[in-house]
């Protein structure tokens, strides 16, 4: 594999990681603090609750995407296409993967794979924007 590969694939990655480890520590705080159920005591079924889960979650699924574009070495927006389907698998799995088990309501986890390739994108989009306008002064 050549570096130029190694760097797409790791643009690629670091989107993926910034999701996945940003919601983990926040989910971990949460749910250390109290504010969340531990995953021992049953599921979430606090709307409020879920709803700001969605948010933060929504939040760092734009900075992957934005994250992926930045370390892209070329063609940032291809990347930013292959994280979203990734993230859309991954959330289409999530939904097969809690259906049915009492985690919360099922709307939730919908409501992620939903998101999951317009937040991607918008993170892509906005660091292209950022850097055009960066381009202009």
Do not use: C
């Not at 993230?87 to 049915?100: A, F, K, N």
């Amino acid at each position: 594999m050549n570096k130029k590969t190694l760097k797409s694939i790791g643009a690629v990655v670091a989107g993926f990681l910034v999701v996945v480890i940003f919601s983990i520590f926040t989910d971990t705080i949460l749910e250390s603090s109290g504010f969340f159920p531990r995953p021992d005591q049953g599921g979430l079924y606090d709307t409020g609750k879920l709803l700001f889960a969605l948010f933060y979650r929504t939040l760092y699924t734009v900075a992957g995407g934005y994250a992926t574009a930045m370390l892209a070495p070329d063609k940032k927006m291809k990347h930013v296409w292959i994280l979203a389907i990734l993230g859309q698998i991954g959330g289409i799995l999530g939904v097969v993967g809690s259906w049915g088990k009492g985690l919360g309501p099922e709307w939730y986890p919908i409501a992620l794979a939903v998101l999951a390739i317009p937040s991607v994108y918008l993170g892509g989009k906005l660091l292209l924007k950022r850097k055009a306008a960066g381009t202009k002064s």
